[in-house]
């Protein structure tokens, strides 16, 4: 696997195939391990960083494990922002230095960074409400590596990380869901509030310190330390149905009260994705994410939740560059942008409700 085959292919959680993924874009679950015999990230020398990474390729090959490896170390601005934007590296990885990298899956639901805050950031991710498969998967492979990787452990405190939060599990278990009818019912600050009074975090698309663009929030355990990974795991498990009959119950609202509204809005979003000359990132976005609610109440039969689910990645600036083989200024890639979605949106149709 190269870069170039990110760009013909999309990663599994895109597919909208899980469970309750009309509202749930993806379940995730990530491990944050240090080795044992080395410094934190923020204190290890280049050497050490290095020796680090070595480390873990030689696990990666012992083990057998199918992941394709990725220097970040040495790889261009425009390919760390894609691999940010594919949500398989995280900016402090990208924006770091020194020996670090990721390790990949074919179907792009595994990644591990090596060397971010962490020396390992372990992460699977499948679509829909997966959070049980996902704690599955991402058990064995964190067996696996620590059957070669001499793990860095207090038989006081658990698993030892580098900020003190993680402490514990090392565990964060998220859950991304697409919200935009709780956003047009004004709903969504107290949906928030609700959740911050049990720690859970809720950040944006890209994670912390990021904006919810298109509507999408992602939904996290702020808490480790005296907790299990199963305790976790239910926490979000029982409380993520809650949020998605809220936003089911504020759909039902809309197609209800403002169904005139409603329709006009989704419509006015498709017609302006397949009709656009010039379109930024943030425009597509929203329309997108009108366009994807409106597939999802009957409003557009022709178009799959899968390609919709794409565009959200595929639109973002750095694939745009990747596909066009070049560096774009801004007004050149709401070009390309356009160009793209009416491209992909070509054969559209959409149907008036009775």
């Known amino acids: 696997m190269n870069l170039d085959d990110l760009t013909r292919n999309s990663g599994e959680w895109l597919r909208g195939t899980g469970p309750e993924s009309d509202i749930v874009m993806c379940s995730r679950i990530r491990l944050a391990r240090n080795l044992a015999d080395f410094p934190f990230s923020n204190r290890a020398s280049r050497g050490e960083k290095t020796e680090i990474e070595g480390n873990f390729k030689s696990c990666l090959t012992t083990a057998g494990l199918d992941l394709s490896y990725f220097d970040v170390n040495n790889m261009t601005?425009?390919?760390?922002?894609?691999?940010?934007?594919?949500?398989?590296?995280?900016?402090?990885?990208?924006?770091?230095?020194?020996?670090?990298?990721?390790?990949?899956?074919?179907?792009?639901?595994?990644?591990?960074?090596?060397?971010?805050?962490?020396?390992?950031?372990?992460?699977v991710m499948l679509s829909g409400l997966s959070l049980h498969e996902v704690w599955d998967r991402i058990n064995r492979l964190d067996d696996q590596l620590e059957e070669y990787l001499a793990y860095a452990y207090s038989a006081q405190l658990g698993y030892l990380t580098a900020c003190p939060t993680n402490v514990g599990t090392g565990i964060r278990v998220g859950v991304m869901l697409h919200l935009p009818a709780l956003v047009q019912t004004k709903q969504i600050d107290k949906v928030f509030r609700a959740l911050q009074k049990i720690n859970l975090a809720v950040r944006g698309l890209y994670g912390e310190g990021t904006q919810a663009f298109g509507d999408?929030?992602?939904?996290?355990?702020?808490?480790?330390?005296?907790?299990?990974?199963?305790?976790?795991?239910?926490?979000?498990?029982?409380?993520?149905?809650?949020?998605?009959?809220?936003e089911r119950t504020a759909r039902q609202v809309l197609m209800n009260e403002r169904r005139q509204h409603l329709h006009d809005q989704v419509s006015r979003a498709y017609g302006v994705l397949k009709t656009a000359h010039t379109i930024s990132s943030e425009e597509t976005m929203l329309l997108l994410s009108s366009v994807r609610m409106g597939i999802n109440l009957g409003l557009i039969?022709?178009?799959?939740?899968?390609?919709?689910?794409?565009?959200?990645?595929?639109?973002?600036?750095?694939?745009?560059?990747?596909?066009?083989?070049?560096?774009?200024?801004?007004?050149?890639?709401?070009?390309?942008?356009?160009?793209?979605?009416?491209?992909?949106?070509?054969?559209?149709?959409?149907?008036?409700?009775?």
Do not use: C, W
């Open 301 to 354: 039969d022709d178009l799959e939740i899968a390609t919709v689910n794409e565009l959200f990645i595929q639109t973002q600036p750095a694939y745009l560059q990747k596909i066009q083989g070049t560096e774009l200024g801004v007004e050149e890639r709401n070009v390309a942008r356009a160009s793209y979605l009416r491209t992909r949106l070509s054969n559209g149709r959409h149907v008036e409700p009775e």
């Open 216 to 246: 999408f929030y992602q939904i996290s355990n702020q808490q480790t330390l005296g907790k299990s990974e199963l305790e976790l795991i239910r926490i979000l498990t029982d409380v993520v149905p809650q949020v998605i009959q809220y």
């Open 77 to 123: 601005s425009l390919d760390r922002q894609f691999l940010v934007e594919r949500q398989l590296v995280s900016r402090e990885l990208a924006n770091g230095e020194g020996a670090r990298g990721v390790a990949i899956g074919p179907q792009e639901n595994i990644s591990i960074m090596v060397n971010e805050e962490d020396h390992l950031r372990i992460q």
